[in-house]
């Protein structure tokens, strides 16, 4: 990736997403539906890898922060009505409180340590739904009273410019110099203590940053998907369908995850004609990447760069 | 009263996550592998035995001896498609191969989940008990069922408990937990080690699960919970410790009861959860960690 | 460029870990433009005092004072802002960036607002890397390039905050003799900037040309201060690195038997860690019956060599068992073949108890056998009889010791490799491990390859002698001529 030029990266992006936005032109609302999912879900992956690829920091619970900015978002709608931007930016604030709580431990235990704790923080939320159901709705769900907009088009092209601008957000702190700190805190974090940089500080930062853009897009898609459930926001396996996205495409790399995500979407749908088998297939694919090319499709194309 | 049945059924589920955690804690000590397809692998044993009872109509006795097989087959399924590839990858550098195992671990619980669900629903299967019938201890009217789970696991391991301290092989694979270059100095190959604990394990988890399939019953939703609770266990006894993780079963399980019949069967499992953050937080080590 | 009164100065620093005191009131003070060499083997606590300076470790008591403030106890990032410095001995750069990003990222304000570098990081980089001597792979990534180039990136990020005070961990481990004159040349001119310079390194030699002063360490404590010479005439340092005087009782090599084919042989063997070579062309021959000791300084490849033999680590050339290469054999396979190593780490088994880390051993002999060679043991090493039911991590260090060599004794090898066994171990201990080996010499047919820094222990029973020096052999021959030939040059 590092012989790619950042502007160069950008533009091509830049481009994509142009192009991407005349589809609405020529696809059926259901493609654009599809698409839509895709790209928050961009999001999240993308919010994923900086925590991980960036600062090192295996975070098993992705959907603990996108949940919390999700039923926030939901919760506050459904009891005060206010105007959508002040739920989706609650939401926000929610997951970034939330991101700070789980970087707590973070900072103090290393490696599995910390995996499990992430991987508590969804169950407990995961509890907490279920059990608070008058608020939340419990298993059944939560149904929010407003939606942004009804218009397949209209939801597309927000979700389509919101992943962009985070997109090229993300990716352009990853190779700033608090990119560079953060990795280099992630690797080594004596020795980023050493040089003068706090760790601590980097890192803190690396959660709120994930956590903001986690929250935002779940707030974003409660109000797209017009309900909240714990199957789409705070389960498990949605938690890992983010992770697979980060490394079918490819860690380390932002945009991969992008790439990874509407691939699992794709495949997903692909995948319809054999019915409940489609996600097994998709983690079968999945898993096979992670035996065989550990280093995603952008880790394919950059590969040869790399080894020595 | 109350104290009375909260001691007897906090003891018997306990002594059921007392021998989950076990195989677990093996295995993490002998070659820091942490399985997060655990609780799928026990959901894939308890669904064979129920399936066996329910399509094939075997009895009770042949239903366990099936789920315990597919615990076992799933187990060495685990080792050698997953675990092994990951460990002699070379593609992958050595501090990025335990995030790789977590992951591909991850991922074939869930894919196993789906499995499952996908040819058996979602739907929840109690597995029918080999012992029926209810009897009275101290007043309580306790299922007959939920003491001979009791009696199975601590059976279980206090075979493995001989095994290991009794035997030449189950010796070295203890020496293994605790020090697997030691053993390898000794002509110990480490790969048979591996597959050894792989196998107990398999073992393990089959008997752990079908016992769980009789007692309370399980669905595909029950894989993270079951890894889960494993896990937060394995993690408050100190990685790698088994005496530790047998403890640890015993303040999960008796923590869950007491918030089950305190204060709400739906808070089951929140207070062990925040006990383990807390002691993550405080003693990253575990209660008796070694590592 | 580092001001003139660059002043690094620590007092009574004491760090425990546990029971262990690791560093136990150490006091010195560096100056603006010299340079102190901090030595002493392995486990010395030279390191520590090292990573306390930094930060990296809490000091429990004691002060450290950078140009007058004193930093004890602060976080690391706050004392390199103080103006201090550390190169560490591992290299761990970033591998997806160049070597120029590399050098840029230790120029980079610690500020999470700086979303674009500096203009002018690009120029000093350059400036940083072509004093170094990068100038000529700024664009390359680290993984491309030589073990000597990754330390000069150390080095490069190092200096790159321009700190006063600058600490230095090993400098020359793992380079050529070409590389090492440069890499001083560098410390050099890193000092007539007028910065405070402490180098940590094993032995007083390979930094005696650099520097001012030199303070020698033991098991936590200052055993010697003073210049290069005077340390190394130090009677202290001497009896740490050499021991006493020397008795020596080798049997020729014509009298063992089997001189045609050796029964080990390691034929222009080297290894590499990553990049840096850990053996370079090394060639021994063990004949059966032999007691062949390896002296050499710690960090001179005596572990790696043996872990080579033993077939923990991939190299090239060949080792040979009785003309039968050992190559493609695992490690525990060789064990069994009878080469049985006693690593320098022990290994044992520390919750199981004496008698079954010995049955462990023994776990391949019938039942019987292993009785007996039990019983044989336990008259070796008579205080293992009385500690059969302690748990092995709670005997003293020289009790391991014993057990870590009665249990490879248990697997009845025909050559004992025995890595640096004296190592932390009190003078009495060495004696008493020095009586067993004695006995083992004279009334066994065991053939045993020893490794140890602490020549007194080395050559006595030693029939033949090789020297092992920065991943070479250097010298060959008989325990009685290696005081005459080398012990001279060996501190």
């Not at chain 3, 073990?147 to 050529?176: C, N």
């Amino acid at each position: 990736m590092g012989s790619l030029s950042t502007t160069r990266v950008l533009l091509i992006g830049l481009i994509a997403v142009a192009l991407a936005a005349f589809l609405p032109l020529g696809v059926s609302g259901y493609i654009l539906g599809l698409l839509t999912i895709a790209f928050y879900f961009g999001v999240f992956a993308m919010a994923w890898d900086l925590l991980f690829g960036f600062a090192g920091e295996v975070n098993f619970g992705p959907t603990f922060l996108i949940g919390t900015g999700a039923y926030t978002a939901g919760i506050l709608d459904n009891l005060y009505q206010p105007p959508i931007w002040l739920c989706v930016a609650a939401g926000a604030l929610a997951a970034v409180a939330g991101g700070v709580v789980l970087a707590l431990p973070a900072l103090r235990v290393r490696g599995p340590y910390f995996g499990l704790t992430t991987l508590v923080a969804v169950l407990m939320l995961q509890n907490f739904v279920v059990v608070d159901a008058s608020l939340t709705g419990g298993e059944i769900g939560l149904t929010v009273p407003d939606v942004i907009t009804i218009s397949d088009a209209k939801n597309y092209q927000i979700a389509l410019w919101f992943m962009a601008i985070s997109g090229a957000i993300l990716f352009a702190l990853s190779r700033s110099p608090v990119g560079l700190i953060l990795q280099a805190s992630g690797q080594d974090a004596v020795q980023a203590g050493a040089l003068g940089f706090n760790v601590t500080k980097h890192k803190l930062t690396a959660f709120v940053i994930s956590a903001f853009f986690s929250g935002l897009a779940g707030a974003l898609l409660v109000f797209y998907l017009g309900s909240a459930s714990v199957g789409t926001f705070i389960d498990i396996t949605v938690g890992v369908q983010i992770i697979i996205a980060v490394v079918i495409g490819g860690r380390r790399t932002i945009l991969g995850a992008v790439l990874g995500s509407i691939f699992i979407i794709a495949m997903s749908e692909a995948l319809r004609p054999v019915g409940d088998l489609a996600n097994f297939i998709v983690f079968a694919m999945a898993l096979v990447v992670v035996l065989f090319f550990p280093n995603g499709f952008f880790g394919l194309l950059t590969r040869s760069k790399e080894t020595s | 009263m109350l104290f009375w049945q909260i001691l007897i059924d906090g003891f018997a589920i306990s002594s059921l996550y007392a021998l989950g955690a076990t195989g677990f804690a093996l295995i993490f000590g002998v070659s820091g592998v942490l399985n997060l397809s655990h609780g799928a692998l026990m959901v894939a044993a308890v669904v064979a035995a129920w399936a066996a009872g329910n399509d094939l109509h075997v009895g009770p006795y042949a239903g366990a001896m099936i789920g315990i097989a597919v615990g076992f087959v799933a187990s060495m399924i685990t080792y050698f498609l997953i675990v092994r590839p990951l460990q002699q990858s070379r593609k992958i550098r050595e501090q990025e191969k335990e995030i790789f195992i977590l992951t591909a671990t991850l991922l074939w619980g869930i894919m196993l989940q789906e499995l499952i669900a996908y040819f058996y629903t979602n739907n929840a299967k109690t597995v029918a008990p080999i012992v029926e019938g209810v009897v009275r201890i101290v007043g309580v009217r306790t299922p007959a069922n939920e003491i001979f789970t009791a009696v199975v696991c601590w059976l279980v391991i206090g075979i493995l408990w001989l095994l290991v301290n009794r035997t030449r092989a189950g010796k070295a694979v203890l020496a293994a937990s605790m020090n697997p270059r030691g053993v390898t100095l000794l002509g110990v190959e480490l790969s048979q080690v591996y597959i050894a604990v792989w196998a107990i394990y398999g073992v393990l988890v089959g008997v752990a699960g079908v016992l769980l399939g009789m007692f309370l019953g399980v669905s595909s939703y029950s894989v993270g919970p079951l890894t889960a609770s494993a896990f937060s266990i394995v993690v408050l006894g100190g990685l790698g410790s088994v005496s530790g993780a047998l403890i640890a079963a015993y303040v999960v399980g008796y923590l869950e009861t007491l918030t089950a019949y305190l204060i709400s069967p739906a808070y089951r499992t929140i207070p062990a959860l925040l006990l383990l953050v807390v002691v993550m937080y405080v003693s990253p080590r575990g209660l008796l960690g070694r590592r | 460029m580092a001001e003139k009164n660059a002043h690094l100065e620590v007092r009574g620093l004491t760090k425990r870990f546990g029971g262990l005191v690791a560093v136990k009131d150490m006091t010195f003070s560096v100056d603006a433009g010299k340079i102190l060499g901090l030595i002493g083997p392995n486990g010395s606590g030279k390191s520590t005092v090292m990573k306390l300076i930094m930060g990296i470790e809490r000091p429990d008591a004691g002060s450290v004072r950078i140009n007058g403030t004193d930093v004890a106890g602060w976080p690391s990032h706050r004392i390199a802002r103080m103006g201090a410095g550390i190169v560490f001995q591992h290299s761990r750069p970033l591998h997806r960036q160049t070597v120029l990003e590399n050098i840029k990222l230790a120029l980079l304000p610690d500020k999470l607002t700086r979303l674009l570098a500096d203009p002018e990081t690009d120029t000093k980089a350059r400036a940083i890397a072509a004093r170094v001597g990068l100038s000529g792979v700024l664009d390359r990534r680290p993984a491309t390039l030589p073990f000597a180039d990754l330390r000069k990136i150390e080095i490069a990020k190092a200096i790159a905050r321009d700190p006063q005070v600058l600490l230095i961990d090993e400098p020359f481990a793992g380079l050529t003799s070409k590389e090492t004159a440069a890499f001083s040349d560098l410390i050099c001119e890193l000092r007539d900037d007028g910065r405070a310079v402490l180098l940590v390194d094993h032995n007083v030699k390979s930094v005696a040309r650099l520097v001012d002063r030199v303070l020698a360490m033991y098991v936590g404590e200052r055993i010697a201060e003073g210049t290069a010479d005077e340390v190394m005439r130090n009677e202290t340092v001497r009896r740490v690195y050499l021991g006493g005087t020397i008795e020596t009782a080798a049997r020729p090599e014509s009298s063992f038997r089997d001189t045609t084919t050796p029964f080990l042989e390691v034929k222009n063997v080297s290894v590499h860690y990553g990049k840096a070579q850990a053996l370079d062309d090394v060639s021994i021959h063990v004949h059966a019956g032999e007691f062949v000791s390896v002296v050499g300084l710690n960090g001179a490849g005596k572990t790696t060599l043996f872990n080579t033999i033993s077939g923990f680590l991939p190299y090239a050339g060949d080792i040979r068992r009785e003309g039968a290469s050992l190559r493609g054999f695992t490690a525990a396979t060789i064990a069994r073949k009878g080469i049985v190593q006693c690593p320098e780490g022990r290994e044992l088994f520390v919750d199981m108890t004496v008698r079954e880390n010995l049955d462990l051993g023994g776990q391949h002999l019938p039942a019987a056998e292993c009785a007996e060679q039990i019983a044989w043991l336990f008259d070796l090493f008579p205080i293992l009889r009385d500690r059969q039911k302690q748990a092995a991590g709670t005997l003293s260090g020289g009790e391991q010791q014993m057990l870590t060599i009665a249990r490879a004794l248990m697997m009845k090898p025909k050559l004992l490799i025995l890595d640096e066994p004296t190592l932390g171990l009190a003078p009495v201990i060495l004696e008493q491990l020095s009586k067993a080996l004695e006995r083992l010499r004279q009334t066994t047919a065991i053939t045993v390859l020893l490794g140890e820094q602490n020549v007194t222990f080395a050559l006595p029973h030693a029939d033949r002698v090789y020297v092992l020096e920065h991943a070479r052999i250097v010298w060959e021959g008989e325990p009685a001529r290696f005081a005459a030939d080398v012990s001279t040059g060996y501190l």
